[in-house]
């Protein structure tokens, strides 16, 4: 638990990178951890600050986010090259969120609210209605080794979205919509 808050900043942030979105990873990861945050008796407002942060940093750095798109045509300069420039003043800004966020949940009490009991039933209730298994990393790891090599977007995402939708079908068992 002491965790959560600086892991929320990092999960929200690679969700946001690999989908260059900061309100859809805001309602999707940022959601999840909303829910876990309420189930520890964490403090929601640090986490919602923690969600926002990652989501505007991954939405700031990735190739993928329209208005990353949009400022560098509107500027005539590279895609990759506006992103190593967004790199100078964001990069800090989200390390010393991190330091911050590390800091404030290493001296929050979690002692009377986040006990072993409530983690582990936590734990067991996302097992009985999610199945866990690192197959499910291959659509987030498309989409990264896209915007790493600089692939076309539109084919990356594509071909991330048939793999997530199979890996629905047949890892989580989802048959209709």
């Known amino acids: 638990p002491e965790y959560l808050y600086v892991t929320a900043l990092f999960l929200t942030a690679i969700?946001?990178?690999c989908t260059g979105t900061s309100w859809g990873s805001a309602g999707t990861v940022g959601v999840a951890f909303m829910g876990v945050a309420i189930g520890l008796d964490?403090?929601?407002a640090?986490?919602?600050?923690?969600?926002?942060?990652g989501a505007y940093f991954g939405d700031k750095l990735s190739p993928l986010s329209d208005t990353t798109n949009i400022a560098s045509a509107a500027a005539g300069v590279d895609l990759y090259e506006h992103i190593v420039h967004l790199l100078y003043t964001t990069l800090p800004s989200f390390i010393l969120s991190a330091t911050v966020y590390v800091v404030y949940g290493l001296n929050y009490d979690f002692s009377n609210v986040a006990t072993p009991e409530k983690v582990n039933t936590m734990i067991h209730e996302l097992e009985q209605v999610y199945y866990f298994n690192f197959l499910l990393l291959i659509p987030?790891?498309?989409v990264l080794w896209g915007s790493i090599t600089k692939k076309p977007t539109i084919p990356v995402m594509l071909l991330s979205?048939?793999?997530?939708i199979i890996n629905a079908i047949l890892i989580q068992k989802i048959l209709s919509i």
Do not use: K
Request: charged share 0%.
């Open 42 to 44: 964490a403090n929601l």
């Open 140 to 142: 987030v790891a498309i």
């Open 15 to 17: 969700v946001s990178i």
């Open 46 to 53: 640090a986490t919602a600050g923690a969600v926002v942060a």
């Open 161 to 164: 979205a048939f793999i997530a």
